[in-house]
């Protein structure tokens, strides 16, 4: 799982990139992307490693990407910037809050960008395929070639009257293709407000509409206060009004906005946390954790959380009380779920 931070130039990307991941911003690497990781914190997964006391534990991880920021006044060249996050799994679009430049704006102009970085590609496709379609070729390619320049075509047309790809319908045999394109418009996004020194100010009405479940936080000055004794930092949070970093909570929610869950393994060895795709199936989880234990599936023995809880962390407790499942291989993972995979040796 890799999500970018994209906005334009001096939102606030590398500041946050760094109070996410705890990784130093290399300006050397940003044409790129600069990787750096972060632990997505789990307080059940806490509460696990408190009643295991395992030898080892290790919680999920998401990469993030700093890259580099789109220029407002020169926007050819911002396609090819937003190239290097075709192959992420999602974007973290971060705005600037501390300027006093309009939040809203700033996400309508950033979408923008998005969407004229599709068109790009998608008009490179379009004519390419047309210069493929006036070549001699064996017929069962040109129909392929004339199929597909007919979905880039129908995406084009949605794209330009300003909607998501999302609202096509797109034909089971067609997914491929559109997947094949990366398109950003179509990639999971969050929105990231890196506000300023008044970290109780809401978010206006005007952004919240455009992206209901945008997020702040005061990066700058957490790190600020990261950085003071303990005493001087607990007169300055009463003062600001408030309790604790963000960080934590933006981190989770990240996560979840970009359509990921987790399963727990637990024992006296070891306990973790391993992320997978809503909607993740027992084996693809098995497939996560490695994939001789996709290969050899037996069954899944699943315990969901708040019944583990209830059985005291005990599977024993967990069978006694008819909460322990053994699920095949189609089953669904639920987030939390405690799984332990039965394998052929
Ligand atoms: N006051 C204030 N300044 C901030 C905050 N976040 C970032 N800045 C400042 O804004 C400037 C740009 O921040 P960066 O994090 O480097 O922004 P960026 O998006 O990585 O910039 P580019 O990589 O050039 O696109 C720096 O001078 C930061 O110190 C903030 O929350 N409050
Ligand atoms: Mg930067």
């Known amino acids: 799982m890799k999500v970018g931070l994209v906005g334009f130039a001096g939102s606030g990307k590398s ?6 991941t705890g990784v130093e911003p290399d300006p050397s690497k940003i044409q790129q992307g600069q990787m750096g990781m972060a632990h997505v914190p789990d307080p059940r997964l806490a509460k ?4 295991f006391k ?12 700093d890259t580099p920021g789109l ?12 190239g290097i996050l075709r192959e992420g799994n999602g974007l973290v679009i ?19 960008e998005l969407l004229f970085a599709d068109l790009d590609l998608l008009t490179n496709r379009s004519e390419k395929l047309a210069a493929q379609l006036k070549r001699n070729k064996p017929q069962k390619e040109k129909e392929l070639d004339q199929a597909e320049a007919d ?23 067609e997914e491929k293709t559109i997947r094949q394109f990366q398109l950003l418009t179509l990639k999971p996004e969050m929105v990231f407000v890196s506000q300023g020194d008044d970290p109780k100010a809401p978010l206006p ?16 000055l957490e790190r600020e206060l990261a950085e003071l004794d303990e005493e001087s930092r607990a007169v300055f949070m009463a003062d600001l009004g408030i309790s604790g970093s963000k960080r934590d909570e933006v981190i989770r929610n990240l996560f979840y906005g970009m359509g990921r869950i987790v399963f727990f393994t637990v024992g006296h060895d070891e306990c973790r946390s391993w992320a997978i795709d809503k909607g993740a199936t027992a084996i693809e989880g ?9 290969k050899n599936f037996i069954r899944a023995e699943v315990i969901g959380y708040e019944d583990f809880v209830k059985a005291n962390y005990e599977e024993k407790n967990a069978k006694a009380a008819g909460t322990f499942r053994l699920e095949s291989k189609d089953y669904v993972v639920q987030d939390a779920d405690i799984m332990h995979i039965r394998a052929n040796a």
């Open 205 to 220: 009405d005007d952004l919240l509409k455009l992206a209901p479940h945008a997020m702040a936080a005061p990066v700058k």
């Open 54 to 65: 395992p030898k080892k534990h290790r919680y999920a991880e998401i990469a993030f990407l």
């Open 71 to 82: 220029s407002l006044s020169e926007r050819k060249d911002n396609p090819r910037r937003l």
């Open 286 to 294: 098995a497939g996560v954790i490695h994939t001789d234990l996709s």
């Open 94 to 112: 971060v705005l600037d809050g501390f300027s006093g430049a309009p939040l809203a704006e700033q996400l309508t102009k950033f979408r923008e």
């Open 151 to 173: 979905l880039v075509k129908r995406i084009m047309e949605t794209l330009e009257a300003g909607k998501s790809p999302r609202e096509l319908h797109i034909r089971p045999e």
């Open 15 to 20: 500041t946050t990139f760094q109070w996410l």
């Open 48 to 51: 696990i490693i408190e009643h």
